[in-house]
């Protein structure tokens, strides 16, 4: 089977992230119920401590805050689309590790930085983005980059259970801080925040987390760096999908043309050989 599927699968699960976050009532308390239960259940199933899992580990749990403050500052959509720069950090990077780049794979990075820049542009036009989202936004493309690239490049040595179960142990690290520090002694809960956040925080563990890294990471272990990533991009078209079915909002023709060229760029790399 190509390798390539896992990719897509994971994809297709990542792009509900932005449906759960928006059903939860404390993002926070979200944030912390999906780590603490991914890390629970993948120490049950394999325990490393290895330097690939610790570093890993450390890279998703950054990750997992960044892109709730993205999705905070900027939206469901911008958060989303200002991921999925991720394919040049992450091809950028792979050239340290003596990666070579394709014209199929070139062509296809090309296309989805030109659908990036027609979703920046359709979003500044309409007044939906900030500066420092806009910031936040790449810089969290730029963490899942680099989460990319060390997938990539300790799954090509073996190391595929180690960045995928065995990481998400350590993305507590980074995520328990982060909550202590804002679940203060005066911070107020009511029962449906809770119910709420617990739920969508368990949804985020088992079909955003679990599954999809793991898919993602066997994938990854046959692909280029650059390939995994552009094949990824296809998460925004599924949320945009999601976003018109559930919320009923119709996409401009500049993110119309977006999602067009994202799904070419698959179509691309999938033929690599």
Request: charged content about 10%.
């Amino acid at each position: 089977m190509w390798a390539g599927a896992y990719v897509v699968v994971a994809s297709i699960l990542w792009s509900t992230i932005g449906i759960a976050t928006m059903y939860s009532s404390d993002i926070i308390l979200m944030l912390f119920t999906r780590t603490i239960i991914i890390a629970a259940v993948s120490s049950s199933i394999f325990r490393s401590k290895s330097r690939a899992s610790l570093v890993s580990g450390l890279v998703l749990g950054t990750l997992f805050i960044s892109y709730v403050a993205s999705v905070a500052l900027t939206g469901v959509g911008p958060a989303a689309y200002l991921l999925y720069t991720a394919p040049l950090w992450s091809t950028l990077i792979a050239l340290k590790y003596g990666e070579k780049i394709n014209k199929l794979t070139l062509l296809g990075m090309s296309l989805i930085l030109v659908s990036v820049f027609l979703m920046g542009l359709d979003s500044l036009l309409n007044n939906t983005i900030n500066m420092y989202g806009l910031f936040l936004g790449l810089l969290t493309g730029f963490i899942y980059g680099s989460y990319i690239s060390l997938v990539r490049y300790f799954s090509a040595r073996g190391y595929d259970k180690e960045v995928s179960w065995g990481a998400m142990p350590y993305s507590l690290i980074p995520v328990a801080p982060l909550t202590l520090l804002y679940l203060t002694p005066t911070h107020k809960f009511t029962s449906a925040n809770i119910y709420n956040s617990v739920i969508a925080g368990s949804y985020l563990a088992i079909f955003c987390t679990l599954i999809p890294y793991r898919l993602f990471a066997k994938g990854a272990r046959h692909l280029k760096a650059s390939t995994s990533s552009v094949i990824a991009s296809i998460e925004p078209v599924f949320a945009s999908l999601w976003d018109y079915v559930i919320f009923g909002r119709i996409p401009t023709e500049l993110l119309l043309l977006a999602y067009v060229l994202m799904t070419s760029a698959l179509i691309l790399v999938s033929t690599e050989k």
